[in-house]
């Protein structure tokens, strides 16, 4: 049977379309800020006919900008979330990586969850959550998000109500509590697993709605590639599994739901922020592709759960009264093998495996990621290998990789022309406390990847730049725009919406087409 959210789907659908007024727009007193990792912007027009639910009340009655970027290289997710919130690219929140994003050893999950420790603690900077504080301190917030850096890094170093989920259940670490909430351990203990056993992922339409093929070789390791596909009959298996599939999502909006009534988000005098990271669609993205019936059919989900979930907040909080934010922190690259059997250009530039036999010869001094060479410089220096010597010696080895376009070291990477855009992202992402040897592009088509079975994002690329970014609610005024905006403009346009002020400079401007 098909697992749907117990809470949130109490109304049928509200009716589109723009209502046309000349009143002065309610000021919003719930922000609900929606990011879904992986969510590619042609999504929206390529499947545009079968959206019922939250996709298409955002196209309908939303400012959608579906020339939307995270303008920045290392498109993965700890760097694309901390941008949206806070108004500044990697390079000023400190946030260049997920290997250098919230793993904190030093805190621990609470309610004895097994799992890694998480924290803001490399996080630099404020964000819109410490903006509204100075001026309400009474404001409540909420962050839930499947992954600990989903959920951490929109909000910053702001201690306070922020979960995300590990060990089959949400949880926190130390650097939030001391223990849980009652109204999470009171979720957690909702036996949702179970339900989950054995449960058969089937298309929700007929077959003929989906233009893709079920069975691409390619896919999910080769294993599992076509529907249906059934999860494990034990807790244990459905946990494993359930990461990729999209129930993930409806028990994440579910919870969040559940959190926006027991902290009585929206019901105050003053702006609230709801803000929701969902992760299934990266997951169910990288085993299966952005160009899979998996990916398509876990929309059509999404799509109708999000729709309920935004009816059930109207029921907490006027419709009126919500302004909801949608974008992505980064997009994907198709699998290289479909691009190869159609004809285009492709590939997988094995950087890890470049990157490892060097470490054979300087102790484990480097770390690769997404086009990216970094180094431990200490071990450099134990094992008498001098840095700079060996960040040129690696950029020459790195350009004459198949599918490599340009590499730079610190040296050069000044070099580049401003209008060269892959310099620029790669400019944006690099903290001036990173000592990186070199940074890469990719050619179009290529991943870096050192073998088959998935695909994934992080380049420079558009298919993992670019993102949707929309407006929905009070105070916005519906539309297509085609203007290029990025990730780092939804914290001052919040702002200003807000009449709050950032206290810090940023990076972002301030859309104002937005605006009614």
Not at 36 to 41: A, E, F, S, W
Request: proline share 8%; charged share 20%.
């Amino acid at each position: 049977m098909v697992f749907e959210i117990r809470t949130i789907l109490v109304a049928a659908g509200l009716a589109l379309g723009v209502t046309r007024t000349h009143a002065p727009a309610p000021t919003p007193r719930l922000i609900v800020v929606l990011t879904i990792d992986q969510l590619r912007p042609d999504y929206f027009t390529r499947w545009r006919s079968q959206w019922t639910g939250g996709f298409r009340r955002l196209m309908a009655e939303g400012a959608m900008f579906p020339n939307g970027r995270q303008d920045h290289a290392i498109t993965e997710t700890a760097p694309g979330h901390a941008t949206i919130l806070s108004g500044r690219y990697p390079a000023h929140t400190g946030i260049p990586l997920n290997d250098l994003g919230v793993p904190d050893t030093t805190v621990k999950l609470l309610d004895g969850a097994n799992g890694e420790g998480a924290s803001p603690r490399r996080f630099v900077g404020t964000t819109l959550v410490d903006w509204l504080r100075r001026d309400d301190p009474g404001l409540r917030f909420l962050s839930v998000s499947r992954k600990d850096r989903g959920a951490i890094l929109p909000i910053g170093r702001t201690r306070g109500p922020v979960f995300w989920f590990a060990d089959g259940r949400f949880t926190s670490s130390t650097w939030y509590a001391d223990t849980l909430p009652t109204w999470v351990t009171r979720w957690d203990s909702g036996h949702f697993l179970e339900r989950l056993e054995g449960t058969v992922w089937t298309p929700l339409l007929p077959d003929s709605a989906y233009p893709e093929r079920d069975d691409e070789p390619w896919e999910h390791g080769g294993k599992e590639t076509a529907f249906p596909h059934r999860m494990p009959a034990d807790s244990a298996g459905a946990l494993a599994t359930l990461g990729e599939r999209p129930w993930m999502d409806s028990l994440t909006l579910d919870f969040a739901l559940a959190g926006t009534r027991a902290l009585e988000l929206g019901r105050r005098g003053r702006p609230d922020l709801l803000a929701i990271s969902l992760s299934a669609t990266d997951y169910i993205g990288h085993e299966w592709g952005p160009d899979s019936r998996e990916v398509h059919d876990h929309l059509l989900r999404l799509d109708r759960w999000l729709g309920g979930f935004l009816d059930s907040l109207a029921t907490i909080t006027p419709k009126e009264r919500i302004l909801v934010v949608l974008t992505a922190d980064h997009g994907v690259t198709a699998f290289p093998e479909l691009a190869l059997s159609q004809g285009h250009p492709g590939g997988r530039i094995p950087l890890r495996r470049l990157v490892g036999a060097v470490n054979h010869s300087v102790g484990d001094a480097l770390t690769e990621s997404s086009g990216l060479i970094y180094a431990d410089t200490a071990r450099l220096h134990r094992a008498r290998v001098n840095p700079e010597s060996l960040a040129t010696a690696l950029a020459a080895t790195v350009q004459k990789l198949p599918g490599v376009v340009d590499a730079w070291t610190p040296a050069t990477l000044g070099a580049p022309l401003p209008s060269n855009v892959h310099a620029s992202r790669w400019r944006r992402t690099l903290p001036p406390t990173l000592s990186w040897l070199v940074c890469a592009v990719a050619a179009p088509g290529y991943i870096w990847s050192d073998g088959p079975g998935y695909t994934t994002h992080g380049t420079t690329n558009p298919d993992d730049v670019d993102v949707p970014i929309a407006f929905l609610g009070a105070g916005i005024r519906p539309g297509f725009y085609s203007d290029t905006v990025t990730t780092v403009d939804i914290a001052p346009t919040l702002a200003r919406l807000l009449a709050v002020k950032p206290m810090e400079k940023l990076d972002g401007r301030v859309i104002k087409r937005v605006f009614k």
